[in-house]
């Protein structure tokens, strides 16, 4: 099982960017699919999550409005797309896939926003 993060690195304050997670080695069309983030020192917060047909997606309270995830099953892949970024959205990003089959997770990528 591999999930493999692409698209982070450096924006701007305002900016945006779209990160990708390419999975392999698990059927990707029964699994949720989330972007988790984290900071030194404080715990993983889910970012958003999105369900296995992609009709419904939550986010957490602090992106709403300002991130999209969005999944192409026939490709395997799930995104997220980040606009209006701000220095607090600075974090590695985690790729997430659970089911009953168990719970997998990426490296993490990292977003830096900094003028």
């Known amino acids: 099982v591999q999930l493999v993060e692409s698209g982070g690195g450096l924006v701007q304050p305002g900016g945006s960017l779209r990160l990708s997670c390419a999975a392999s080695?698990?059927?990707?069309?029964?699994?949720?699919m989330s972007w988790y983030r984290q900071t030194p020192g404080k715990e993983r917060e889910l970012v958003a999550r999105?369900?296995?047909?992609?009709?419904?997606?939550n986010y957490g309270d602090s992106v709403k409005g300002r991130f999209t995830i969005s999944r192409d099953n026939a490709k395997n892949t799930v995104f997220l797309q980040m606009s209006s970024l701000q220095p607090e959205d600075t974090a590695v990003y985690y790729c997430?896939?659970?089911?009953?089959?168990?719970?997998?997770w990426g490296k993490g990528i990292l977003v830096t926003v900094s003028s």
């Open positions: 999105i369900t296995s047909g992609g009709g419904t997606a």
């Open positions: 997430n896939a659970r089911g009953v089959v168990g719970e997998y």
């Open positions: 080695g698990f059927t990707f069309s029964r699994l949720y």
